[in-house]
T-cell receptor, first 111, second 113 residues
Framework: DVKVTQSSRYLVKRTGEKVFLECVQDMDHENMFWYRQDPGLGLRLIYFSYDVKMKEKGDIPEGYSVSREKKERFSLILESASTNQTSMYLC??????????FGSGTQLSVL | DQQVKQNSPSLSVQEGRISILNCDYTNSMFDYFLWYKKYPAEGPTFLISISSIKDKNEDGRFTVFLNKSAKHLSLHIVPSQPGDSAVYFCAASPGTGANNLFFGTGTRLTVIP
């Protein structure tokens, strides 16, 4: 089974802090994704990466950046956290022509 | 602009009865559709998918129907069980090789024992 591990289940940060969310996958998948889930809005794509050091903006990239230095690890960075970034963050991975596999999510609260 | 829509935010069904979750899409380029199930504090898990060359796909208690002309798909769960209580997301892709999925807003299913 594919394992997608997100470093934290719950995180509380203050406005203006720099926040790192880490995601690691163990199946050598090419593609990795960061989504956020908000009630009534579904899952919205923030960024994705199709290879090491490659990244593409999703639907809502503003206020976020990403890093993929190794194939198995994809990091989401909130440069200066704001209260409207309080959300559930979901990392996902997939190989070409296959379905997405999700991590358990990180519930981030920005106070 | 929401390209995949789930117009019912919630649905309650008695145990043993049929649950029908609906999903509409607007982009005619979508040709691969998936349903995901999400429990609280967990990531979504894949449930079932369908390619646009089919109009039905069945996996145990779960069946997905696709009506391309109406740009509509539905997930049927028969019989519904209390463990099916979760949020269900419909997702669409412009091809199995595409990198992104477009998700609906989700429908919370409650199965009443």
């Amino acid at each position: 089974d594919v394992k997608v591990t997100q470093s934290s289940r719950y995180l509380v940060k203050r406005t203006g802090e720099k926040v790192f969310l880490e995601c690691v996958q163990d199946m050598d998948h090419e593609n990795m994704f960061w989504y956020r889930q908000d009630p009534g809005l579904g899952l919205r794509l923030i960024y994705f990466s199709y290879d090491v050091k490659m990244k593409e903006k999703g639907d809502i990239p503003e206020g976020y950046s990403v890093s993929r230095e190794k194939k198995e690890r994809f990091s989401l960075i909130l440069e200066s956290a704001s209260t409207n970034q309080t959300s559930m963050y979901l990392c996902a991975t997939k190989q070409t022509n296959e379905k997405l596999f999700f991590g358990s999510g990180t519930q981030l609260s920005v106070l | 602009d929401q390209q995949v829509k789930q117009n019912s935010p919630s649905l309650s069904v008695q145990e043993g009865r049929i649950s029908i979750l609906n999903c509409d899409y607007t982009n005619s380029m979508f040709d691969y559709f998936l349903w995901y199930k999400k429990y609280p504090a967990e990531g979504p898990t894949f449930l079932i998918s369908i390619s646009s060359i089919k109009d039905k796909n069945e996996d145990g208690r779960f069946t997905v129907f696709l009506n391309k002309s109406a740009k509509h798909l539905s997930l049927h769960i028969v019989p519904s069980q209390p463990g099916d209580s979760a949020v269900y997301f419909c997702a669409a892709s412009p091809g199995t090789g595409a990198n992104n999925l477009f998700f609906g807003t989700g429908t919370r299913l409650t199965v009443i024992p």
